[in-house]
């Protein structure tokens, strides 16, 4: 028998998933049981609550995730799990869990960085082609990532402040939308017109970190403007116009430094990767560029086990190995 079998486990923030993963590129069984719902009624995610939640739910999501794929965790060649970051008390459900599988069935444990998963989320598409550059941009981060080979990570570029995610949910918020924001700014921007000259934070000249504070109080201050003259602004142009200031930036970034890195495949990876805007950017600046572009499926971009499984897989097959101690670390380092 030479295929490997993974199982992974996330619990890093409101998602609790498990998934098993063959020969780190195909996705043999992925569950995701989401807690959007109940955190909705607070406008974010409540860390107490997300922790009861996945205690509530890991288990049954194992359950389906072995019954869909039609295995046993007698047959699985590693146990792994995020570790970090996120929320302590949600990735010590993931972590404790695997643990408790791994010792009871003596399977290898091995602990994944979140962002890590991000990025392999594109493996269970295409094979990858080093170097690459990754675009990470989800809730918590906003990262340019250069890899050399499977496994290592260089962080070219990052965020200073706020995460590409988080300032549309924080947007999205003075514009009353549900949590998340995100996907409904999103929606909104398809029917607006970019009418409103919202700032671009280039920052100095070559960087490749980005800044989303200013963005967002400017959008705060303009709508406060508007509403003490009494003037009308139509939310689809302020998330038109709020998300060509971020794409604009995302994607000029990303494709400079496609050049400079002379990368021969660019990724993008977590949940803003599903944005309609960023994806038809990127798509545009790409279309005659000498690196391949890969986007994964919806699915594939917000959080899921699927992603751990896989870069789970490369951690495996270079030998990674956790031991009993192995703890939930929030502000783990890529
Ligand atoms: O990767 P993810 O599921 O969780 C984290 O690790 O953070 O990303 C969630 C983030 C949220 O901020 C959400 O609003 C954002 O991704 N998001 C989007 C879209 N879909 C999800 N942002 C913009 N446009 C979307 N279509
Ligand atoms: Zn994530």
Redesign the pocket.
């Given at each position: 028998k030479n295929d490997v079998y993974i199982l992974g486990i996330e619990t890093?923030?409101d998602?609790t998933a498990a998934a098993i993963v063959k020969n780190g590129t195909e996705v043999v069984s992925n569950v995701v049981a989401s807690q959007i719902e109940s955190h909705k009624r607070f406008g974010g995610v409540v860390p107490e609550v997300a922790s009861r939640h996945h205690v509530e739910q890991i288990t049954m999501v194992l359950e389906e995730t072995f019954q869909q794929a039609n295995m046993t965790a007698e047959e699985m060649d590693a146990i792994t799990v995020t570790e970090g970051p996120?929320l302590v008390g949600a990735l010590l459900v993931g972590v404790n869990t695997a643990k408790a599988l791994a010792f009871a069935k003596h399977k290898p444990l091995i602990g994944v960085h979140?962002i890590a998963g991000?990025i392999y989320a594109n493996r269970l598409v295409k094979e990858f082609r080093f170097p690459l550059l990754a675009l990470v941009?989800?809730?918590?981060?906003t990262e340019l990532i250069v890899m050399h080979e499977h496994g290592s990570f260089e962080v070219i570029g990052e965020t200073r402040d706020d995460?590409?995610?988080?300032a549309?949910?924080k947007v999205?918020r003075t514009l009353k939308l549900p949590y998340?924001?995100?996907?409904h700014?999103?929606r909104l921007a398809a029917e607006g017109e970019v009418n409103i000259d919202f700032p671009r934070a280039w920052l100095e000249d070559g960087s490749y970190d980005f800044s989303f504070s200013g963005l967002k109080s400017s959008v705060i201050n303009t709508l406060h403007n508007a509403a003490q003259r009494k003037e009308i602004l139509r939310d689809e142009d302020v998330a038109a116009s709020f998300q060509a200031s971020v794409v604009d930036v995302l994607a000029e970034k990303t494709y400079r430094a496609a050049q400079q890195y002379d990368v021969k495949q660019v990724i993008v990876a977590?949940?803003?990767a599903?944005?309609?805007?960023?994806r038809k950017a990127l798509n545009t600046k790409f279309a005659d560029a000498k690196q391949e572009l890969l986007i994964p499926p919806l699915e594939l971009?917000?959080?899921n086990a699927a992603m751990i499984a896989a870069a789970g897989t490369v951690a495996y097959q270079q030998g990674h190995r956790a031991g009993w101690d192995l703890n939930a670390n929030p502000s783990l380092d890529l």
């Open positions: 890093s923030c998602e996120g979140h991000h941009v989800s809730g918590g981060h995460a590409a995610g988080e549309y949910d999205a998340p924001g995100g996907p700014m999103d977590g949940g803003v599903a944005n309609k805007g960023l971009c917000t959080d």
